[in-house]
Each structure stands twice: as structure tokens, then as C-alpha cells.
């Protein structure tokens, strides 16, 4: 079931719920039975799709929206709201938050005391004193992390890759004037590795491994991946280093 992809099955339980619909619809019609309410042919199609979406091992919280999924589209129709509205509101979600449906990576940006402390870290490594060295954030949203860097180490090249289109304009307007940040759109799977002492990422579990496998591939020994929140499965981190911000972030360093 791994193979159909968390959007596969949750089109698949909409669609299996709405077949059970269809199904009941039949029966009832060549039964002589009367048609039932709009309700509850949402209740039926909503218990349908869990049942469906709970055979195909989805995530707990699928459950949850497919139970409530038909009952909002019921709802909103009957507020009248010009349809134009929600596919406008799609559109807007996807320009922000682009492929993270496909990656499991949502927008969530690297706190201030995050990017002091990396700061830091970057110049107790050495990092600093080398001219031209390169740093990259694998997935860098708005561009907070390679900005706040690159403003305190004026002699080193911060570079972002980010697949989304709203951060990435974001990133790009913000580095206006900035000579030593990059950045450019494209997904982070799609670029080397190689020329880089050290890899930021703020991801969530699920890249965690293919990154890390990519890292060990392309990254030559003794440079470092750096993980806000996010452990490689399995594997030790060189240092911990515990930021004292709002989310009490861990970056986890681990050396290649
Ligand atoms: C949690 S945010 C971190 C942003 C930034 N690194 C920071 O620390 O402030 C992760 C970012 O990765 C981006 N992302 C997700 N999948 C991606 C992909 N395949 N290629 C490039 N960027 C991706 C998301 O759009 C999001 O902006």
C-alpha cells in the first residue's frame, strides 16, 4: 500500500466513499425505497472513505479529514461562496507551500537564537576563517538562515535551494544587495552536494535517510550535516547543540 503515496490513498478513500454512495443509491432506487437527505448520503460517504482510508493503513489524522471532508464540501456549498474562492485558496497554497505534499516538508522557518547559534558554531569550527567557503540550506524557505549568516560572515558564500515559489521569490528579494547569498529554485534532491563544507537542513522525518545517504555519496569526509529538529534513523550525531528558543530546537551535527 506504501506505493500508492499519501495522495494516492487519500483520493482512493474519497473515491471508494463516494462508489459506496453510488452503490447504496442503486439499491435503494431499484427497491422502490425513497431517496435519503443529502446528509446523510455525507455520513455514508464519510464513514465509506475512513473505512477505506483505515484498510489502507493511512495516517490517524486521514481519518479525521476524510470524516469531515464531505460534510465541509456540503456546508460550503450551501454558503453560496463562488466557487472561484476555493480554487483561488488551492492556488494560493500551492505557490506557498509547492511540493511539500511530495516531500513531507512543510514551511516552517529556523528561529533567530537557531541562527546565532549556528553562527557560532560555524566560527568555533574554522569555518569562518576560510575565504569563499561555501554553506548551503537544503530546503531554505524565505532565506532567514543563509541572510542571517551570510550578514555575519561577510567573507563566505551562503547558498539556499528551495522548490516552493512564494519562498523562494521571498529569499530572492530579501538577498537583493547581498552579495555573498544564493539562491536558486529548483528541488533539493536535484542538486550536488559536493562542493559544500556544510549542509543545513530543517526538514521533518520523512527525507532524513535519502538525505543522509545523499550526503554520505556526495559530501567529501570531515564536512558536516547539520539537522534542525530532525535525527538521521540510526545514525549517532557528532554533537548535539540545544538552542534556547521558543521551540527548544536540538541541531543535530553529524560529520560525513
Ligand atoms: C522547514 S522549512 C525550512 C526553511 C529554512 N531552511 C529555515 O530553516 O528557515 C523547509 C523548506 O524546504 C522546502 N522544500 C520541501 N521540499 C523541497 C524540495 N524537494 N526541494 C527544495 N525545497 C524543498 C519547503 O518548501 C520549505 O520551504
Known amino acids: 500500500m506504501k506505493s500508492l503515496g499519501v495522495i494516492g490513498k487519500a483520493v482512493s478513500a474519497q473515491i471508494a466513499g463516494w462508489l459506496i454512495v453510488l452503490a447504496v443509491l442503486f439499491v435503494i ?26 484498510l489502507l493503513r493511512s495516517d490517524r489524522w486521514w481519518l479525521f479529514i476524510h470524516f469531515v471532508f464531505s460534510a465541509a464540501v456540503i456546508i460550503f456549498r450551501q454558503t453560496g ?82 522548490a516552493a515559489w512564494f519562498p523562494y521569490l521571498v529569499s530572492r528579494l530579501r538577498a537583493l544587495g547581498q552579495s555573498n547569498v544564493q539562491t536558486c529554485r529548483k528541488s533539493f534532491w536535484d542538486i550536488s552536494l559536493a562542493d559544500y563544507p556544510v549542509v543545513y537542513a530543517f526538514l521533518s522525518t520523512e527525507p532524513m535517510p535519502r538525505l543522509w545517504e545523499k550526503a554520505k555519496q556526495e559530501m567529501s569526509p570531515g564536512t558536516f550535516l547539520i539537522s534542525n529538529s530532525f535525527i538521521v534513523p540510526n545514525v549517532t550525531p ?19
Do not use: C
Open 29 to 54: 432506487a431499484n427497491t422502490g425505497g425513497s431517496m435519503p437527505s443529502v446528509w446523510l448520503i455525507g455520513v455514508t460517504q464519510a464513514a465509506g472513505s475512513v473505512a477505506v482510508a483505515y
Open 81 to 162: 461562496v463562488d466557487p472561484t474562492w476555493y480554487l483561488a485558496a488551492f492556488l494560493v497554497l500551492l505557490f506557498v507551500f509547492g511540493p511539500s505534499y511530495r516531500s513531507r516538508v512543510p514551511l516552517y522557518l529556523s528561529s533567530q537564537k537557531t541562527i546565532n547559534v549556528v553562527s557560532d558554531w560555524l566560527t568555533q569550527q574554522g569555518f569562518a576563517a576560510k575565504q569563499d567557503a561555501r554553506f548551503l540550506d537544503f530546503g531554505s524557505g524565505t532565506g532567514s538562515m543563509i541572510l542571517g549568516l551570510a550578514k555575519r560572515h561577510p567573507d563566505q558564500q551562503f547558498v539556499g535551494v528551495e
Open 238 to 256: 557528532q554533537q548535539t547543540l540545544s538552542v534556547n528558543d521558543d521551540r527548544q530546537t536540538m541541531l543535530y551535527v553529524y560529520r560525513i
